[in-house]
């Protein structure tokens, strides 16, 4: 047993014997807190991890107490059937929100969610059948086989039961295939698009989560006080929530268990004390918190619970046992090219950045696109990956038109690719940022990750991670930070994930910048070597050496068109292209 | 209904949708400029009716003591900075600049008070002491993080709404307040009674908006926000500080939320807190304008100003619902018209 677990089992123990030695009042705030952490807990996966945010979450949280107390006592249904509907309508709800703001870029989840918590707000105020400003009383309390858990003491219980259990859920969820997806969202988009990840699909995923979890929370609080009204559900409670989840440390999961521990004992300390301070009532606090929220992102932008962390101790890496490869992706291609680029045009505005390109790559062929500055090359890499849509023309992989879509759903269809500028999760380790690109050879989804039924999968992924980081040469950096290695370590951690999505075609944008000889030369036998085992690979690069070494074929561009086409030794030689490289003086 | 009630609440609406409008603008000058979502506007705005409303009683409300207390902060920020960068020639002028003028303006507030200065006087230096706040508020909680993302912005902006939300409840108190009309003439037109006080608020928002277009296209500060506003590193090499361009941006909004609280004090009772309702109709407008177009977001506001005041007259208990979800079609119809490919921050 780990010190971790020692160090859990503690705390456990001190959690259970809350409610039979505290006195009444403490018992109170530790129900809260566990009410509060619930709601921050699904903050943390949505703003600490993915970088988007709510401050409707108290609207959710209304949801599950409205929906429970409306429907237990009009029409005496049980708490457990109306947990269930509380819950359905809350995923709809957040569905649709999601579904409208999380589409687009840019920040219109927490505006739209400001709207909603106000909106819900005035409509619990003012409909009559919720009871208006007043609330409705006589909710029934829970009871679990038999046991009436009218007692607070033993409602306890089933509060931290559940706190605990959401903590685990959220901890197995960002430690899985849809988790690692997740936590690259942030500052990591367009490079979890290129492996496969939906990720419009994925943050709405997660917002629906954060709004369940919030229901959850509700529907025990309108047991708890078998009473609601609508100013726990206004907008200030969803901004606390906010300062809980921010405070606490968004980006761990106990982050949100500390801050709603902080706030919740703030605020009833800051209720007595700043009245009389003041000499006036009010909600003071608000200043309080206010200037907390702002100091704290200024200068301890991660929260409270990295320091708290230094105390924790830290469980030991594990090794990455073997385990039976991931189903490879067939290698017979046909008769036909594997890439087909036809007449394919790009426009901005009124620059054509490229203009009627067409060339075919055969399987098994290493190609190289080479051009001076500002010869369309990156545009090109970017209409086959499916970055920017095509003006007009047409990409085909593998027979397949994929000009113009997504890039999660060209990556389906067997195009693996790296990034110019590197694109690695820099605090996931290189082990985990591989594991990104092996995404869409597994399927486990978000239900099957949360209760930790995903492990077989999930083995068999890492495994086929150490694989491709071993097949680079960088075993002995397998668990360290990708932010930690060198940038040409970075490169080729990059193709170690590219590598792991088990391509059909392997796209390389500059693959040997930033390398020293003797690692260019490395990377030269590598890239040899996998076209020997049938991979096809197209790449951009500056250092003609390079190019001129490993390529079987090269495509010249110059000023959006191609000049030339043919084999390396040949293209040397094309007056064409040395006029274009050299200025025609040679 | 008939017309006569129909001509009044059409009348109602597009002053209301002025004010927001003017609202809107600053938001998305904001936004754009610096990448703040502006949700304290809120509050300047509130208090602009509200240090009105205490100079009518020949008080100079805390905003004095803020302006003071914020001038130190920014002082000592300033000098820190200055210390630290071994730069202090520059202290003297930035001292000028962050403590002398706010503390100018705070001492000529306590002294005017008292004086029962006519209106007009009383209007201007409300809008002085609100300007002055705007750029202290960006010196002291935005710049130190002004390379942060949108979102931690974001939740600033948040954090400094409540902050202000309680400074306000303790300056001001929980009662509500209304400034005198500046006018309570009106006339008939077409058997439709038009109320001067409502002409002059339209009046003074295109004023103000015509008076921003030429900001922004005839000077070179107002061009140098613009070059801010489309490519941040590009108008730093430039020359521009982004530092001076947030600021200037912060005095800007600042005036206009000014001027809006001076503008709608007459016609609705203004609580400490209800500031915050009457900026998110704005960000309605501005969002309507995808927080980057000026004419889409005036134009959206007074349709959010029209929408609340017939909304107030069939369901006034749902008005604020009616209000915000309006914006829900408006992103449903952005996210539907969205091409993939939108730049990332």
Not at chain 1, 307 to 328: S, T
Not at chain 1, 426 to 432: F, H, K, Q
Not at chain 1, 541 to 561: A, P, S
Not at chain 2, 184 to 202: D, R
Request: with cysteine; aromatic share 10%.
């Amino acid at each position: 047993m780990g010190l971790q677990r020692i160090a859990l089992a503690i705390l456990l123990l001190l959690l259970a014997a809350v409610p039979v030695v505290a006195p009444a009042f403490w018992v109170t705030l530790a129900n809260y807190i566990g009410l509060y952490s619930m709601v921050a807990l699904g903050l943390v996966l949505l703003t600490g991890v993915a970088g988007q945010t709510s401050f409707g979450q108290a609207a959710f949280v209304g949801i599950g107490a409205y929906t429970s107390a409306y429907l237990t006592t009009r029409y005496a249904l049980s708490p457990w059937i109306t947990l269930v509907i509380g819950v359905a309508f809350t995923c709809a709800v957040a569905l649709f929100l999601g579904f409208i703001t999380l589409r687009m870029r840019g920040h219109y989840l927490p505006l739209a969610t400001i709207a909603w918590g106000i909106s819900l707000y005035y409509v619990f105020g003012n409909l009559e059948a919720l009871g208006g400003h007043t609330g409705m009383s006589g909710i029934p309390a829970l009871s679990l086989g038999g046991i009436e858990l009218k007692d607070e003491r033993r409602y306890f219980y089933l509060i931290w039961l559940l706190t605990l259990a959401a903590l685990w859920t959220t901890r197995n969820l960002l430690d899985s295939r849809p988790g690692r997806a997740v936590r690259a969202l942030k500052g990591g988009l367009d490079m979890v698009e290129a492996f496969g990840v939906d990720a419009a699909r994925l943050k709405i995923v997660v917002f629906v989560y954060a709004a369940v979890l919030a229901c959850i929370s509700g529907w025990l609080y309108a047991h708890l006080q078998r009473f609601v009204n609508p100013t726990p559900f206004g907008i200030n409670q969803g901004i606390e929530y906010l300062f809980m989840a921010v405070v606490g440390g968004a980006g761990s999961v106990w982050g949100a268990v500390v801050g709603a521990t902080l706030i919740t004992l703030m605020k009833e300390w800051l209720q007595d004390l700043l009245p009389v301070l003041l000499g006036r009532q009010g909600n003071f606090e608000l200043v309080v918190f206010g200037l907390l929220m702002v100091l704290i992102l200024q200068f301890a932008r991660d929260g409270v619970w990295p320091w708290i962390a230094r105390f924790v101790p830290r469980a030991a890496v594990k090794p990455v046992p073997d385990a039976e490869p991931l189903p490879a992706r067939p290698r017979a291609v046909g008769n036909g090219p594997l890439l087909e680029v036809k007449q394919a045009r790009k426009q901005f505005g009124g620059l054509v950045a490229v203009d009627n390109l067409s060339f075919d790559i055969h399987a098994g062929e290493i190609v190289g696109l080479i051009g001076p500055n500002g010869a369309g090359k990156s545009t090109t890499f970017a209409l086959i990956s499916g970055a920017l849509p095509l003006t007009s023309g047409e990409v085909r992989l593998r027979g397949e038109s994929i000009g113009s879509r997504p890039p999660y759903e060209i990556a389906r269809r067997g195009l693996g690719r790296t990034f110019q500028h590197v694109k690695l999760i820099g605090a996931m380790s290189v082990l985990d940022n591989v594991a990104i690109g092996a995404y869409l050879r597994g399927s486990s989804g978000v239900v099957r990750a949360a209760l930790k039924l995903d492990r077989a999968e999930e083995a068999r992924v890492r495994a086929e991670a150490a694989r491709a980081v071993a097949r680079v040469g960088l075993s002995g950096h397998m668990h360290d930070a990708a932010g930690s290695l060198a940038l040409g370590q970075q490169r080729i951690v990059e193709i170690a994930r590219a590598l792991a999505s088990d391509p059909a075609l392997l796209l390389l944008d500059e693959p040997a910048a930033g390398l020293r000889y003797l690692e260019k030369q490395e990377l030269a036998r590598l890239l040899r070597a996998l076209r020997d085992e049938g991979m096809t690979i197209l790449l951009v690069e500056h250092d003609m050496d390079f190019v001129m070494g490993l390529t079987d074929r090269l495509v010249v561009m110059d000023f959006g068109e191609k000049l030339a086409e043919g084999k390396p030794a040949d293209i040397q030689r094309n007056p064409a292209v040395r006029e274009a490289y050299l200025g025609g003086v040679a | 209904m008939d017309l006569t009630i129909a001509a009044l609440l059409a009348q109602d609406g597009i002053t209301n949708g002025a004010i927001y409008a003017l609202l809107a603008l600053a938001l998305v000058l904001v936004f754009t400029v610096t990448r703040v979502i502006f949700v304290p506007s809120g509050e300047f705005v509130a208090w602009g009716t509200l240090t009105l409303a205490g100079l009518q009683l020949g008080k100079a409300s805390g905003i004095v003591g803020l302006l003071v207390g914020m001038a130190v902060l920014a002082g000592l920020m300033e000098t820190w900075r200055c210390v630290r960068a071994g730069e202090l020639a520059r202290l003297p002028r930035a001292l000028a600049l962050w403590c002398a003028v706010p503390l100018a303006v705070a001492a000529v507030l306590w002294f005017a008070a008292p004086m029962g200065f006519p209106l007009l006087v009383q209007v201007l230096l409300t809008l002085a002491a609100v300007t002055a706040l705007g750029p202290l508020l960006y010196r002291v909680a935005y710049q130190p993080l002004a390379e942060a993302s949108v979102l931690v912005l974001l939740i600033v902006s948040v954090a400094l709404h409540f902050t202000m939300l309680g400074f306000g409840l303790w300056f001001f108190g929980a009662e509500g307040s209304r400034t005198p009309a500046f006018t309570s003439a009106s006339f008939t037109v077409a058997g439709i009674n038009v109320s001067v006080q409502s002409l002059l608020v339209v009046g003074t928002s295109l004023a103000l908006i015509g008076a921003l277009a030429l900001f922004f296209g005839r000077t070179l500060y107002g061009k140098a926000l613009r070059a801010t506003a489309v490519n941040r590193a590009g108008a730093r090499l430039c020359g521009i500080s982004p530092e001076f361009a947030g600021a200037l941006t912060f005095a800007l909004a600042a005036l206009l939320c000014g001027f809006c609280g001076v503008l709608i004090g007459p016609i609705t009772t203004v609580y400490y807190d209800s500031g915050f309702l009457i900026s998110l109709k704005g960000f309605v407008g501005a969002i309507i304008g995808g927080l980057a177009s000026y004419p889409i977001a005036a134009a959206g506001s007074l349709l959010v100003g029209l929408i609340e005041s017939f909304s107030s007259f069939w369901a006034s208990a749902f008005k604020e619902v009616i209000v915000f979800t309006l914006i829900i079609p408006v992103l449903l119809w952005r996210s539907l018209r969205t091409h993939h490919h939108e730049d990332e921050e």
